[in-house]
């Protein structure tokens, strides 16, 4: 805002308030708003309340030591953010994970998808004033965490996916309790569907609202949920398939028209395919060693490299700069949130103050991660 | 309360009014005490205040398996004029510090903390992090602390639990 | 293979194993949902990836510019340095007539013993069909000083404007041309050198 705008007659008009940091709508995150009376007329996005310094912290630590920080800023889906690292620690070191390994990396990320995809669906209920979307969705959720939790030991924490395979193997009988809660959530989706995704209040509260057009979210370089539904069809997990994905049968949601009911319904399209995979994962997991065995101290040759997976928010990214010590040298975080964060701004200019939440939690914007 | 010992020996109506005062404190301010502080602890609203890797394990413990609500704590998303509890989950950066203080200071009395987490207890994982406080209890006075990384839920229910004694325990009418 | 599923499968080919959801009835205008690019969706693993299309890429680009510099040719990644004042070209070359137009990351680098910074742009292709697992990585190198100068990129990609303000304040870095260029993570009180280089110690360490 320039001085002269400060002594024209529509200067008092303008005014600023902040959204956040506490907020029971932004979380840890704060959004400088001018208001025009209901309008926005500009927004700018201020993160760095969750700035913990893990690019710095990780040049400290060697390569295991790292998986514990590592999946902090986004433990929604810790498995999302390990998947990437592993996958390129072991690029630079030429590691081959055995396929058991690889089956189970696949279904703990499917698994944290889930999760993440209902604390999602679940706060973007609660944020339009329905309170069942919340209920419903932090129980369900619980189920998923039970099953990782079998798994790795820990209820969010999960540190599972680590470099040279996965940590432990998964406990004898698993599948039967997953079975049951796979058959069991498939309804259980076509429920949310029908209490919120076809709710005439949500429809009219998300439809329309907060349109990013398909030039802009390619433009903008936004990920994940966002730019599947502004009509681009592009999921890591297709466009260079790692791990185990290619030997699943599933499939990408996209919607054209970009609003918030499109991201949100895509989120639940998203659970739906990951059933599918878990389904087949749990059935066709091979047998054999789920860990390669590193050391300690693994030694990692010099070297960089640039890996990306297609975590729960979106893209993630590693680049990692090793220099043949313990430890690496860079390690460059590219979170989905904060590719997404350029979206806040160009969204929420010139919309109504009542829209910003579906607009801004409907990014799937998670400010910790975001800040890393 | 006052000692029936530090009444001045100067007439027999100073002491009267003394021992009046004793058993009148007795028969009402005890039970007095105990109903302010039995409506005090079966309601303690905290202050909306996500943080990081914690706040996932707060909204576990106000969903529908672990149930919060049934303590009495309520996640009302009004003011923070309105709540008497502030739950500090996870990590509190150097930029945040500030901010902490100002949301406390802007509560009002009786307020308690409960400080959740490793992160806000010492540092946690990150005490070699340029811009982490290494544990909050330097700028604001902890109640409670409910350590893990993150920890369960029933272990937060159980630091709720643990506030709620000190509170039916305490014996001023400000709460702290 | 996917039992409970079947209704939603139902009435399609046998043969056709993408699976399309149902779309909700309310809507007045019908939206697809649309399967992702024209890659099996099942189908054996498939071979490891070859260098041809890098090397073509690689090739185009060294042919162009002769001051672009080819670091690396792997499977589906190419590193290309150039010097700061040709960047802007070749990202416009990149972006319009090689297609890559989704800007994902930009990470910059403190090679304190050689005394140079370096920023890398990784950018990826979403429009054009055939390259969307290749990543450029486009590179450039500085003096290592107290604030080296570099020119934005913000008008070839948009996305870039947060990316180089955190790169601007981790590393000291100073893009020109950039339309905002202020702090973006750490505190505002914030009055040390930028944390990320080499030279800055952690105070628990």
Not at chain 3, 78 to 104: E, M, Q, S
Request: with cysteine; charged share 25%.
């Amino acid at each position: 805002m320039s001085t002269a705008f400060e002594y024209s007659p529509d200067a008092d008009r303008i005014m600023s308030v902040s959204l956040g940091p506490q907020h029971p709508g932004a979380g840890h995150f704060r959004i400088r708003l001018w208001l025009d009376g209901d309008l926005v007329v500009k927004a700018d996005p201020d993160p760095g309340y969750v700035h913990r310094g893990e690019e710095k912290m990780s040049e400290y630590r060697n390569y295991i030591q790292n998986v514990p920080h590592l999946e902090r800023p986004v433990i929604l889906d810790s498995s999302g953010i390990l998947f990437a690292y592993s996958l390129a620690v072991d690029q630079l070191m030429g590691n081959k994970i055995p396929p058991r390994a690889e089956y189970l990396r696949v279904i703990m990320a499917e698994l944290n998808r889930i999760i993440s995809h209902e604390y999602y669906l679940g706060i973007l209920g609660l944020f339009v004033g329905q309170t069942t979307m919340i209920t419903w969705c932090m129980g369900d959720r619980d189920l998923f965490i039970d099953l990782g939790a079998r798994i790795a030991g820990a209820r969010v924490t999960f540190a599972y996916i680590i470099p040279g395979g996965v940590r432990n193997d998964m406990p004898e009988g698993l599948q039967v309790q997953a079975f049951e809660t796979l058959d069991w959530f498939d309804k259980r989706m076509d429920e949310y569907e029908k209490i919120f995704f076809k709710n005439p209040l949500w429809e009219e509260r998300s439809k329309g609202v907060g349109v990013l057009s398909r030039e802009d979210a390619i433009k903008l370089g936004a990920t994940g949920t966002v730019l599947r539904a502004s009509g681009v069809a592009h999921d890591i997990r297709k466009a260079e398939p790692y791990g185990a994905y290619p030997e699943f049968d599933f499939a990408v949601a996209s919607l054209k028209e970009g609003d918030c009911w499109a991201r949100g319904y895509v989120a639940l399209q998203e659970m739906r395919e990951s059933v599918k995979i878990l389904r087949q994962a749990f059935k066709n997991i091979p047998p054999g060693p789920v860990r390669l065995k590193l050391g300690p101290q693994p030694r990692v040759p010099a070297g960089e490299v640039y890996a990306r997976t297609e975590a729960a928010h979106g893209e993630m990214s590693y680049f990692i700069v090793s220099d043949g010590s313990p430890k690496p040298y860079r390690l460059k975080l590219g979170v989905p949130s904060f590719k997404n964060m350029r979206v806040i701004p160009h969204l929420l200019k010139g919309i109504h103050i009542a829209d910003i939440p579906p607009v801004y939690w409907g990014l799937n914007y998670w400010p910790v991660e975001a800040d890393h | 309360m006052v000692e029936a010992a530090q009444v001045p020996k100067t007439g027999e109506v100073n002491v009267l009014v003394g021992k009046v005062n004793e058993i009148l404190q007795d028969a009402i301010g005890a039970p007095l005490r105990y109903i302010v502080n039995w409506g005090r602890l079966y309601s303690l609203w905290p202050v909306h205040l996500e943080t990081a890797c914690c706040s996932v394990e707060v909204g576990a413990a106000s969903g529908s398996r672990f149930d919060a609500e049934r303590f009495g704590v309520l996640e009302a998303f009004g003011s923070l004029r309105q709540c008497d509890l502030i739950i500090v989950m996870g990590t509190v950066t150097r930029k945040l510090a500030p901010r902490l203080k100002l949301i406390y200071d802007q509560m009002p009395e009786p307020k308690w903390v409960i400080a959740m987490g490793a992160c806000s207890i010492t540092g946690g994982l990150y005490f070699d992090s340029y811009n982490v406080l290494r544990g909050i209890d330097d700028i604001i006075p902890v109640d409670v602390y409910v350590p893990g990384c993150p920890p369960r839920a029933e272990s937060l229910i159980q630091g709720v639990a643990l506030l709620q004694d000190k509170i039916r325990h305490s014996t001023s009418l400000r709460g702290t | 293979m996917q039992p409970a599923d079947s209704e939603k499968n139902a009435g399609m080919n046998a043969g056709q194993k993408r699976a399309v959801a149902k779309t909700p009835p309310v809507t007045p205008a019908p939206s697809v949902i649309e399967v992702g690019p024209s890659v099996p969706t099942k189908g054996p693993a498939p071979a490891p990836p070859d260098t041809s299309r890098t090397f073509d890429l690689a090739d185009e680009i060294a042919g162009r510019f002769p001051s672009a510099k080819i670091d690396y040719v792997r499977p589906r990644r190419v590193k290309v340095t150039v010097p700061p004042d040709k960047i802007k070209v070749v990202a416009l070359y990149i972006r319009d007539v090689l297609g890559f137009d989704h800007l994902n990351v930009v990470g910059g680098t403190d090679y304190i013993q050689q005394k140079e910074f370096e920023v890398i742009y990784f950018v990826g292709s979403i429009s054009r069909p055939g390259q969307q697992d290749l990543v450029i990585q486009l590179a450039e190198r500085v003096e290592r000083e107290d604030s080296p100068k570099v020119p934005s990129l913000t008008d070839v990609w948009g996305a870039a404007e947060y990316h180089e303000r955190e790169t601007f304040e981790m590393l000291g870095i100073v893009f020109e041309g950039h339309p905002d260029l202020r702090r973006l993570l750490l505190p505002e009180d914030w009055n040390d050198i930028p944390p990320l280089r080499k030279d800055y110690v952690s105070p628990g360490r």
